[in-house]
């Protein structure tokens, strides 16, 4: 099964194919995300923008539940994948960026221009990794692919939060 022609996949992910059964490949690269040849990280977070979107806003507790969940399942499956392919943060893993994107827009208002900000944020972050989001990629397999992403979706939700409480829409 591939989630997109040849042409886009990377030769050398080509060949790793089998080494994990689907689902946790589908997991880690969001559903073959992580596979698109221009900022798979970017992609992931604006997969992420987008399915937040599209769903009707529901109450708090559920949407901790769904991100409890969600950054437990990145941390196991890229771990693992990370670990088949002998690459400490492969670009193709894009759960993280996902994730940490979802994050930061829990404290959003739901409306596209809140989304936005919080993207821009999110990417900033992730992209310049200021202080203890720099520390925390250090830590070992599926905990340092996710926990600075998980960092930097606190801190975009919270810039958001803030600024938008400074300066209301």
């Known amino acids: 099964m591939q989630f997109f022609p040849a042409g886009f996949v990377p030769k050398s992910l080509c060949r790793m194919k089998n080494v ?29 923008l987008f399915v937040w979107w599209r769903l009707p806003p529901e109450p708090f507790s559920e949407e901790i539940s769904g991100v409890c969940l969600a950054c437990v399942a ?5 771990g693992r994948f990370s670990g088949a392919l002998g690459v400490r943060d492969p670009g193709v893993i894009v759960v993280d960026e996902f ?25 900033f972050l992730d992209i310049f990794k200021p202080g203890p989001i720099r520390w925390a990629e250090r ?28 300066m209301p829409v």
Do not use: K, N
């Open 139 to 166: 830590l070992p397999g599926g905990f340092g692919i996710m926990a600075d992403d998980i960092l930097a979706g606190c801190l975009a939700g919270v810039l958001t939060l803030v600024l938008y409480r400074i």
């Open 74 to 78: 990145g941390i196991y499956f890229s």
């Open 20 to 48: 994990l059964p689907v689902f946790e490949r589908a997991i880690s690269t969001v559903f073959g995300i992580g596979y698109f040849p221009w900022a798979p990280g970017t992609m992931g977070s604006l997969a992420a």
């Open 99 to 123: 994730v940490g994107q979802f994050i930061s827009l829990l404290w959003t208002e739901h409306d596209i221009i809140h989304g936005l900000t919080a993207f821009l944020f999110f990417r």
